[in-house]
């Protein structure tokens, strides 16, 4: 098997590195699927933390990879899956910050393990010749017989989805209701208005928000209004874990199921969440 990728633009390395910051957050580990044409980094709930969200951001590689190259083991596969530290690919992306730069370089290779070398060139202010900064990120190949615990999350149905123009104001909102109630409840109506709402044995305060785009959704699912209750802890953990600057965000709800939450950074770039519903 053979993988190979580069980058050249400085947005879209700060951009790539942005989500893969926002991933290492989350969960101790990463999945990442590299299929021909897309590339999908997967945080699964950490075990270990009950406030650990699903979170995965897929992304087109014409976007991001003038060059990019998968063979997988055999001829019959779509794939290859890799398993690694989101904290040793965090700080491998890291370099991508510098404003100095010029192209960043992946490679699937075996030195003395398994690895993903990260490659960056980068042009110091006191040099006028590019250095190579390289970081080998260990990672586990998962065998095709393994591939079905390591699958893409599905996107919900919602019944409805809206456009919320303030991320930073939802993000603010929700840090402060999660010490208010264990779980939140989303409420969507299909006039534009979603209502965020923390019930305590004290009080209940419900936060609106009113005249936001309806996202289309198929006719025979859409409603009147839905909700769907999620943990506070968990929809904290996602907002407090962005880094990246886009500030629009869609809030699907699946009534009673989960929560989808999708930033679109560029056209085929999705940053997803799917937070599940709790019993009330």
Not at 74 to 93: E, H
Not at 185 to 204: D, K, Q
Request: charged share 20%; hydrophobic share 45%.
């Amino acid at each position: 098997m053979k993988f190979r990728a580069q980058m050249q633009d400085p947005l879209y390395m700060r951009e790539f590195q942005a989500i893969v910051a926002t991933l290492a957050k989350l969960a101790k580990d990463c999945v990442m699927i590299l299929g021909a044409r897309q590339m999908h980094l997967i945080v699964n709930e950490d075990q270990s933390s009950a406030a650990s969200p699903l979170v995965w951001a897929s992304i087109a590689a014409e976007e991001y990879f003038p060059e990019y190259r998968m063979e997988a083991a055999r001829p019959d596969q779509d794939y290859i899956v890799l398993s690694m530290s989101s904290a040793n690919l965090g700080r491998a992306f890291s370099v991508l910050r510098s404003s100095g730069v010029n192209s960043c370089k992946l490679k699937l290779q075996r030195i003395q393990f398994p690895c993903i070398s990260v490659v960056a060139s980068v042009l110091l202010a006191s040099s006028t010749e590019a250095r190579e900064v390289v970081h080998d990120v260990p990672v586990t190949i998962i065998p095709a017989s393994d591939w079905s615990a390591y699958v893409v999350p599905r996107i919900p149905n919602s019944q409805l989805a809206l456009s919320l123009p303030s991320l930073k104001l939802l993000r603010s909102l929700i840090d402060k209701l999660k010490n208010v109630s264990p779980s939140l409840e989303f409420l969507a109506s299909s006039e534009g208005e979603l209502n965020v709402i923390a019930t305590s044995e004290m009080s209940t305060v419900t936060s609106r928000f009113q005249k936001l785009l309806i996202r289309a959704t198929p006719e025979s699912q859409q409603e009147a209004s839905c909700s769907c209750s999620v943990d506070s802890r968990k929809a904290s953990a996602f907002f407090g874990a962005l880094q990246l600057p886009n500030d629009e965000l869609t809030i699907g709800i699946d009534r009673e199921h989960s929560i989808h939450l999708q930033i679109d950074v560029r056209q085929d770039v999705v940053l997803h969440s799917l937070l599940p519903a709790v019993c009330m």
